[in-house]
């Protein structure tokens, strides 16, 4: 079982930048997808972008293309989500998600488990 903590969520101004952690409990850290939800208040839970277990793919929601960057330390057991150039509408809780397996994974669903949340505030 896999335990996801995450940090670095605030209020920050538009056009401004966070990065995001999400730190992962046990041995098996490189075995999993990694990716990052957010889910604004009276909305759906949403993906934002996935890694892949050695961090050779990537993959973007087209809402953050070019802006957000995901990263992964698996020696220490963490994955980064870099936010830039950041607007209102990435207001919301993000999440991190793992689920063991070879494919980047976009779909709630698909993911086994899941941290609390950090949030994002952006400001206009």
């Known amino acids: 079982q896999v335990q996801l903590v995450e940090s670095g969520g605030g209020l920050v101004q538009a056009g401004g930048s966070l990065r995001l952690s999400c730190a992962a409990s046990?041995?098996?850290?490189?075995?999993?997808?990694m990716g990052w939800f957010r889910q604004a208040p009276g909305k759906e839970r949403e993906f934002v972008s996935a890694i892949s277990r050695k961090g050779g793919s990537t993959d973007y929601a087209d809402s953050v293309k070019g802006r957000f960057t995901i990263s992964r330390d698996n020696a220490k057991n963490t994955v980064y989500l870099q936010m830039n150039s950041l607007k209102p509408e990435d207001t919301a809780v993000y999440y991190c998600?793992?689920?063991?397996?070879?494919?980047?994974?976009?779909?709630?669903?698909?993911?086994?488990?899941w941290g609390q949340g950090t949030q994002v505030t952006i400001s206009s």
């Open positions: 998600a793992a689920r063991q397996g070879g494919y980047l994974y976009t779909v709630t669903s698909e993911y086994e488990y």
């Open positions: 046990g041995r098996t850290f490189s075995s999993y997808t």
